[in-house]
């Protein structure tokens, strides 16, 4: 299998769908516990690996799905450039198709924007076995509709994401870790105090009484944040590991939120208003993004994390459970439900790719 090309997964995919097979899409499989439970014959995009353009002046990298993250990011860093929503690598298992697919993003998505921001174009080829192309290499493409973007979180059950033209930046020049003794309540309030002044805040983190800040820019706005918001500054070579591990979904609450699971709690992963007051709900709590991101280890019902979540205008996310019967995403009202059925069956008209894994038959 080695070389694949764009017409040997074309030849793949009709050749399940005129045999009524169905496939699962992976790279390592890294995010396999991610959604519902993966079905389907194996079909494998890492052989189909590569950077195939990069333009470090227009800040555009174009890369096969197979890739690995940590390559991008090794080739990014030789030009001074990075992903700047910080995608999680998962030991290094992470793909740049999983990567779009999964639509996961790392630390300083509140600062930076997410990985749908990021994606300016994709090669998809669909349940025909066509190949697509979508979107382009720069940010003001606005022929068409915009379904690159549509691609990305929706776990390839719309098409395999072939290639992707991703927009990169520079690397901040300075960056400062700051540690605050705070509570969630006390924290959360700072958050949005700092949130409407001119700082560069780039990632947040708040667990076990203890605020971290992250502050990234030109020296003089990182040295004159550090001034303005005293705490205590945490030494580089500290700072990093732990933010690499939040990233990457390694460092203490995410082992500890997986001995629990094991144990038989869930591990929820709420988007909430960063404005919404510390939830009353059971069990450990890791808020980021400033407070728009909370991950929850509990026992709790699933029912009432959801209604939590949604009595303060957010939604919760079953991120990791042994039992997923529930459902994983927040249920859609009949209107949306109708919609992602029809996209369905416009790109994967043969119910080709990953059925199952967001809802229901979808």
Known sequence: MAGLTIADLQARVRQAAESGQALCLRGHGSKDFYGQEARGEPLSTLEFAGIS???????????????PIAELEALLASQGQHLPFEPPRFGGRGTVGGMVAAGLSGPA??????????????????????????????????????????????????????EVSIKV???????????????AAEALQALNRWGGK??????????????????????AAVAAAQRSLGGELIPQDLALPFWTGLRDQSDE?????????????????????QTAPVLNLPGEQLIE?????????????DAQVREAAAAVGGHATLYRAADKAAGVFAPLSAPLMRIHRDLKKAFDPHAVFNPGRLYGDL
């Open 109 to 162: 998505r509140a600062s930076a924007g997410s990985v749908r921001d990021h994606v300016l174009g994709l090669t998809l080829i669909n349940g025909r076995g066509e190949a697509m192309n979508f979107g382009g290499t720069v940010m003001k493409n606005v022929a068409g509709y915009d379904v690159s973007r549509l691609m990305t979180g929706a776990l390839g059950v719309l098409g395999l994401i072939a």
């Open 253 to 273: 609450f995410f082992l500890g939120a997986e001995r629990a699971v094991q144990g038989g709690a869930r591990l929820w992963r709420l988007s909430v208003p």
């Open 169 to 183: 930046l520079p690397l901040p020049v300075a960056s400062a870790t700051l540690r605050f003794e705070m509570e």
């Open 53 to 67: 353009a990069y333009e470090p002046s227009e800040l555009v990298v174009t890369a096969k799905a197979g890739t």
């Open 289 to 301: 993004w400033g407070g728009a991101q909370r991950w929850l280890t509990t026992p709790a019902a």
């Open 198 to 219: 001119p700082l560069p805040l780039q990632a947040s983190a708040c667990w076990d009484g203890a605020l971290i800040l992250r502050l990234a820019g030109a020296e």
